[in-house]
């Protein structure tokens, strides 16, 4: 597909380039091969179901995750004869952001009169092609703008500081040559997407269906179901020690984020958590109580302060099956509605919890309802994975094929 010019002594040349390429790139700076222009003001409040496309900039961060669009999603009545209009292979950019590093997201619109909202820098591009520099933009350049962006608490970028951003570019053969070979792996990133969220939305329908609070199994309250401890509450230190201690950022979309736990000089053995334990956020903001982690594994991790720890009673019921109990919509809702609330946090108290009631199947059922998540749980990690490495590929060719 490429070849390797890290030996060549030709510096003008990306590493990884097509064979059939061989002349040098050309290096100038942004505003002498582009007119750079500003939107013009379209309100989100503005937009409607019907009328022209538009995009708005707040969309580059949100809804257009690729250099090139390929479809635009928004709608404006406002008359289109005072607003400024897209010609084909213009590339926008934010004009603010957040950040200096994230206002780098440049876009390729590949349509004429498409309505471009306010806020919004537009580099038209005269012989070149836009897609190469909507890629070269957010990849090898992104330090340069963020170094030419300008505030703190919201950062802007100028069109007049974009014109003197140094960039490089072959033969306009080449740079759509790169463009096409990137713009496929965008493609099957957001095919790969779709996928994931089918499977997503597949299992949240199972649980919808499955483990409804309505089935005609036994009730049982959840303290004759299992065990429920408090954590550990010594002192934790500021350095590494043997004993990982559990806090409220070790929950992470139901799994255990070995990343963010906290240390203590010792702790009882009493502590340790087990396989198939499962970790409880009592003490915590309205929209984050009830949030659970399942041990599915030896982290090597003991049960810290402000988590409480649940230990199913496995003659009853099995763990991963109470887990996925406690993940429905209705237990975080019913969570939710035991909860104290205060201004800045809420708090369920181990008897409130012991109280609730949740219906148990026999254990043959619990199997196969678990074994039917942990399939498809199985199937999404590896799709997960997979878009990983295809993201990843991204990355690496954003940086070996540009300058």
């Known amino acids: 597909m490429a070849i390797d010019n890290k030996e060549k002594e030709v510096l003008n040349v990306p590493h990884l380039r097509f064979p059939e390429f061989t002349e040098e790139w050309k290096e100038t700076k942004l505003g002498k091969i582009a007119e750079i222009t500003k939107g013009s003001g379209i309100s989100k409040d503005r937009l409607s179901e019907y009328g022209s496309p538009c995009i708005l900039y707040g969309e580059l961060y949100t809804k257009y995750k690729s250099e090139i669009i390929n479809e635009v999603y928004s709608r404006t009545e406002l008359d289109s004869s005072l607003l400024v209009k897209s010609k084909a292979n213009d590339v926008i950019i934010p004009c603010s952001g957040e950040t200096a590093i994230d206002i780098s997201t440049a876009r390729c619109v590949p349509f004429n009169n498409i309505l471009l909202g306010g806020d919004l820098n537009i580099i038209r591009l005269k012989n070149n092609d836009g897609g190469f520099f909507a890629y070269q933009l957010n ?47 965008d493609k099957r990133i957001a095919t790969q997407n779709k996928i994931i969220e089918k499977l997503q939305s597949l299992i949240k329908g199972l649980s919808q269906q499955l483990l409804s609070s309505e089935n005609d199994w036994i009730l049982y309250r959840l303290d004759d179901l299992a065990q429920i401890k408090s954590g550990y509450s010594g002192t934790q230190v500021s350095y590494q020690t043997p004993y990982k201690v559990s806090r409220i950022e070790t929950i992470s979309k139901h799994c255990i984020d070995i990343q963010r736990i906290g240390y203590v000089e010792c702790i009882p053995e009493s502590y340790r958590l087990n396989v198939g334990n499962i970790l409880f956020s009592n003490i915590n903001s309205i929209q984050y109580i009830g949030n659970t982690a399942y041990l599915d594994k030896d982290y090597g991790l003991y049960h810290g302060m402000n988590l409480l720890r649940i230990i199913p009673n496995t003659t009853i019921v099995r763990p991963r099956f109470l887990h996925l109990l406690l993940c429905t919509d209705w237990a975080i809702n019913h969570f939710q509605t035991i909860c104290n609330k205060a201004v800045s946090q809420a708090s369920i108290n181990q008897t409130a919890l012991g109280k609730s009631r949740f219906p148990i199947p026999p254990m043959s059922v619990q199997q196969q309802i678990c074994s039917m998540f942990e399939l498809t749980e199985r199937k999404l990690d590896n799709e997960q994975e997979y878009i990983s490495c295809l993201q990843q590929q991204k990355r690496y060719l954003l940086q070996k094929m540009f300058i």
């Not at 992104?142 to 500081?161: F, M, P, T």
């Not at 490089?168 to 080449?174: F, N």
């Open 139 to 185: 990849g090898t350049r992104k330090k340069d703008i963020a170094r030419v962006a300008q505030g703190v608490s919201v950062v802007h970028l100028y069109g007049e500081n974009l014109k003197h951003i140094r960039v490089y570019h072959p033969a306009i053969e080449e740079q759509k040559k790169i463009t096409r070979l990137l713009s496929l792996i």
